[in-house]
Every structure is written in C-alpha cells, then in structure tokens.
C-alpha cells in the first residue's frame, strides 16, 4: 500500500490536511527560537559544484543557516562539498543513494538506497525523493531517520514557470515554522537564484531567523 499520493501534491502550500494524516513526518519546525520567527530553508538533490556553495554563499550573507538533503551520488562525487557544508554550520540529510522514487521502486531496491545514503551522510534526518514514498518503507525508514517533508514548496525544480511565479508563491506562504524546499541543482538554477534572494531578504524584512533543522 502506497501513502496517498496527496503526501507530494504540487502546491505550494502544504495543506494542513496532510500534517494531520501522517503525523509521523516532520512537516513544520518550531515558529520561534527566543523570541524571534524561524524558517526552515531546505535544498534538495546536491552537493552541485556550483549551486551548493552558491546557497552556503547566499546563506552567510544573510546570517542564515540550512538543511541540504544530499544525494549518495553526488556526495561520492563531490565528498570536499560535503565537508564543507558540515564546516560551515549546515545541517545535512539524506535523500536516497540514486534519488530512488518509492512509489516506482521494490522496498527492497528503496530501502537500499536509503542505507547507503544515510552510511556516508551522517544524520538522522530523511526526505524521500519527490516526497513519494510507500506506507511499508515509511515504516522500516522511521525506524533509523526522521522524515522531513515541507510546508512550502517553491516549485524551482519546475522548468515550465518563471522565476517570478516561483518568487510570488512562495512569498505568499511563507511563514514562521515553514519548512521550505529548494534544489542546490543545474535544473532548478534559473529559478532557485530568483526565489533563494528574495526570499532571504523577505526574512530580513520580517526579522526572521533562516534557520537548520
């Protein structure tokens, strides 16, 4: 039995009907730390040689931290990028060793792929490519990480939209506690370096915090 495919529906605002059916996935992060109003941002799919360190640049610049969700793959091909994000504050997870989509792979296929992610990235935080995954791999993939799935989805990995329609959407549903996804990749790039500015800026304004998980 596949979870209900509602659970990666293209909006990009997550409706609250799904936080309350899985309740076990990690859809928000805490509103405020001390006082001040915490986001989440969140990049998918990398290390990229140029579009992770691009983020962490962006990150820094505004005080920011995040949480990179990092392909197996390119970990083994970029392991210097891995470091540094570790080095520099971030916090990592993983997303499958082949970017494996759950609801086309066998559980065992699937949960391979999650272990050898999760040997080389060292953390207890998982997000399933494409948020697809099955009640039974749910199941065995709780058992070691916690999955991580969003609240606002900026929609940069869409090559049919703008970067502006990107920017618009996401600015309207952000908010205190939102967990926020992006994509450190070559597909994302012409949107991602529309939406990351401003939304980081849009923070600023509000005097919230970029925060990791």
Same mark, same amino acid.
């Given at each position: 039995?596949?979870?209900?495919?509602? %659970?990666?529906?293209?909006?990009?605002?997550?409706?609250?009907?799904?936080?309350? *059916?899985?309740?076990?996935?990690?859809? /928000?992060?805490?509103?405020?730390?001390?006082?001040?109003? +915490?986001?989440?941002?969140?990049?998918?799919?990398?290390?990229?040689?140029?579009?992770?360190?691009?983020?962490?640049? +962006?990150?820094?610049?505004? @005080?920011?931290?995040?949480?990179? !969700?990092?392909?197996?793959?390119? =970990?083994?091909?970029?392991?210097?990028?891995?470091? +540094?994000?570790?080095?520099?504050?971030?916090?990592?997870?993983?997303?499958?060793?082949?970017?494996? @989509?759950?609801?086309? %792979?066998?559980? *065992?296929?699937? #949960?391979?792929?999650?272990?050898?992610? +999760?040997?080389?990235?060292?953390?207890?935080?998982?997000?399933?490519? !494409?948020?697809? *995954?099955?009640?039974?791999?749910? /199941?065995?993939?709780?058992?070691?990480? &916690?999955?991580?799935?969003?609240?606002?989805?900026?929609?940069? !990995?869409?090559? $049919?939209?703008?970067? &502006?329609?990107?920017?618009?959407?996401? #600015?309207? %549903?952000?908010?205190?506690?939102?967990? =926020?996804?992006?994509?450190?990749?070559? &597909?994302?790039?012409?949107?991602?370096?529309?939406? #990351?500015?401003?939304?980081?800026? /849009?923070?600023?304004? &509000?005097?919230?915090? %970029?925060? $990791?998980?």
């Amino acid at each position: 039995m596949s979870i209900c495919k509602f %659970a990666a529906v293209y909006l990009s605002k997550t409706p609250a009907l799904m936080p309350a *059916i899985f309740s076990d996935f990690m859809w /928000r992060g805490l509103p405020e730390v001390d006082g001040v109003g +915490q986001v989440y941002l969140t990049f998918d799919d990398g290390p990229h040689e140029q579009w992770t360190p691009w983020v962490m640049d +962006q990150l820094e610049a505004h @005080n920011g931290l995040g949480t990179f !969700f990092l392909v197996g793959e390119n =970990v083994d091909r970029h392991p210097e990028l891995y470091a +540094q994000i570790l080095e520099r504050g971030h916090r990592v997870g993983g997303h499958t060793q082949s970017h494996t @989509n759950g609801w086309e %792979a066998s559980n *065992i296929t699937y #949960l391979r792929s999650y272990l050898q992610c +999760q040997e080389k990235v060292e953390s207890d935080l998982f997000r399933p490519p !494409f948020g697809r *995954i099955s009640t039974a791999q749910a /199941r065995a993939v709780s058992t070691r990480s &916690k999955i991580v799935m969003w609240d606002v989805l900026t929609g940069d !990995f869409d090559h $049919s939209r703008s970067p &502006k329609s990107c920017v618009d959407s996401t #600015l309207a %549903a952000v908010e205190p506690g939102s967990i =926020v996804v992006m994509h450190d990749s070559e &597909k994302a790039a012409p949107r991602l370096r529309e939406v #990351l500015p401003a939304l980081l800026n /849009r923070l600023d304004e &509000k005097g919230w915090s %970029a925060a $990791s998980l």
